[in-house]
């Protein structure tokens, strides 16, 4: 069955980092880019970045660049993100997604197609 | 930087209904960059829709997507209770990802 094992829930102080783990199973791991998508109380979805698990390459939105630093650990097969100089805006719950792709040049459909759970981080003094 | 923007923001309509939701984005971008999912209370998002008219595995056929250009759409022909949801769309470029602000399908 394949799935996204995520990390339990934080709570962390303004200024503190917090870094949430992401384990895929049931397929190989370096196969598909995993990425980032996070959704404050209430509001929608933001994506944050991704992380090809092959290569380590990692890129991410413009917003998060210099704050955000996603890694991964090929010998556990696990996936990591780390958030940096929190805000009580950063309170969220902050989910792994596996990258699809299907298709042929030019025409590539890009998608995330299998979610984990999430993990919510609560950012307060 | 292309903006996805959801109309209506709450769609109010019955067991049995169609339904219809509108993604609009900021410029044309291509059909195959455009995916659909369905997000419940407390649950994390589930895809619907790739490349703009792709249903995902285990996707039923009452929900379907189609558009173009920069008007895209999410139709349910006959809502069923597990229909009522909040709906984002999705699009990729080079990378990168952006989501509309959402959909609520709420029972009427």
């Known amino acids: 069955q394949v799935q996204l094992v995520q990390s339990g829930a934080e709570v962390k102080k303004p200024g503190a980092s917090v870094k949430v783990s992401c384990k895929p199973s049931?397929?190989?791991?370096?196969?598909?880019?995993i990425h980032w998508v996070r959704q404050a109380p209430g509001q929608g979805l933001e994506w944050m970045g991704g992380?090809?698990?092959?290569?380590?390459?990692?890129n991410y939105a413009q917003k998060f660049q210099g704050w955000v630093t996603m890694t991964r650990d090929a010998s556990s097969s696990t996936v990591f993100m780390e958030l940096s100089r929190l805000k009580s805006e950063d309170t969220a719950v902050y989910y792994c997604?596996?990258?699809?792709?299907?298709?042929?040049?030019?025409?590539?459909?890009?998608?995330?197609?299998?979610w984990g759970k999430g993990t919510t981080v609560t950012v307060s003094s | 930087e292309i903006v996805l923007t959801q109309s209506p923001g709450t769609l109010s309509l019955s067991p049995g209904e169609r339904a219809t939701l509108s993604c609009r984005a900021s410029q044309t971008i291509s059909s195959s960059s455009l995916a659909w999912y369905q997000q419940k209370l407390g649950q994390a998002p589930r895809l619907l829709i790739y490349g703009a008219t792709n249903r995902a595995t285990g996707i039923p056929d009452r929900i379907s997507g189609g558009g173009s250009g920069t008007d895209f759409t999410l139709t349910i022909s006959r809502l069923e209770p597990e229909d009522f949801a909040v709906y984002y769309c999705q699009h990729h470029d080079t990378s990168s990802y952006s989501f509309g602000q959402g959909t609520r399908l709420e029972i009427k």
């Open positions: 992380i090809s698990p092959k290569t380590g390459g990692a």
């Open positions: 997604a596996r990258e699809g792709v299907r298709g042929a040049p030019p025409n590539y459909f890009y998608y995330m197609d299998v």
């Open positions: 049931g397929y190989t791991f370096t196969g598909y880019s």
